[in-house]
């Protein structure tokens, strides 16, 4: 029979959410897909075809702004833990940072100043320090839900859902939408510039829109108390970090899936166009590596239920990486490189790999939150997600500097809107189906490493309850 204290307990930390709050948490990332995944695909292709940056100078640059956020981020972390604003502990972000961001987002695929790098400079930092001041509070609101294990389960694969159809509009649609107000009907073009502004500023004010409704669906409930809160500090990152292993593990599993993924996708475009020779061709292309998720996502649950979630991390990273050899293979015979429906399949099966995967790690963030809490008392969510931020970023930053690089590299030619050389193509096919599938099988052994199972991580968050209750 339950006892008084077990019920308290639930009452108390272990909420249940409903639909309606699930997906309004989910709009969150939509949101945040819609402006950060388009940037992410797309502002590679647009510095070097469009504005007119050489590649590797644009590579220097998504390095520099990825050090830049090395200091941002710990900083918004600790603020966001130290401070209770009036609208919500970490909601009120969604508003105060979701204004100023939709403004810049739109602004980096401006074309007024066309070839100048400092206003890049400018916009790109401008965009990313705002993004972090959604993102970092966003992933600790995900921890101040509830404590249930199985409900976060839930919450995450919601989310993802949703981020995925914000991945999936900015993948299908960007591409269709610049092509059809561009004046020559390309995407890679200097006379796109103008399509690409409105663009952008379509997708931002859905965004921001987006954002607002998230913040009047959620609600703060599992948080440090106010005089907690008060000896939060920067320093409190590092520490954490020393001393959550299973926080480290994560960590080094976001660096590894976000670089992966960054890689693949800023090269995507690339190699639809040059490789394949099917420009149009591309929003389907780029579609699939969303919609695996509303086949896959909602069936996470059960899955994991069914094998645990480390048997789960280790079948769909290697379906992921089937998926990419699939692509390789395609690629280099040049009886399957015309046959676009074999390389869509390849597309979809790794997609399918990659989503559930890069999916779930989110669930395991309020886990080391959890495990942190019980070891120091101290549920410094915001510092967490800083962390993860970090790594997350420092992943994105591989996305934009390796194919920069690597496309210099090979003699990538960004005026020749057409075709380009063979080592050029064996360059893009590298960034395609090689670096990530490398990075995948590292994401693997990374993922072995961690130690929270649901047995674990459910009596971890029963402790600390009971703690608070005594």
Known sequence: MESNSQKTIEAKGFYKLSWVQRIGFGSGDLAQNLIYQTVAQYLLIFYTNVYGLPAATAAIMFLIVRLVDVVWDPLVGAYVDKHNPKLGKYRSYLI???IPLTGFAILCFWNGFSGSLLYAYITYVGMSMLYTLINVPYGALNASLTRDTDEITKLTSTRMFLANLGGLAVAYGIPIIVRSLSPDGKINSTEAGSAWFITMTIYAVAGLLLLFFCYFQTKERVVMDAKETENVKVSDLWKEFVHNRPLRVLAFFFITAFAMMAIGNSAGSYYMIYNVQAPDMLPYFAALGSIPAFIFMPMVPAIKRSIGKKQM????????????????????????????????IAQFVKSTGVIVATGYMWALVPEVISYGEHSTGKRISGIVNALTGIFFKAGMALGGVVPGFVLAFVGFDEKNAVSQSAFAEQGILWLVAVIPAILLAVAMFIISKYELDDDVIHKINIEIEERQLK
């Open 96 to 98: 105060l940072g979701g």
């Open 313 to 344: 991390f280790y079948v769909f990273l290697t379906i992921a990486i089937l998926g990419m050899a699939m692509l390789y293979v395609i690629s280099v015979i040049p009886a399957l490189k015309t046959q676009v429906w074999l390389v869509l």
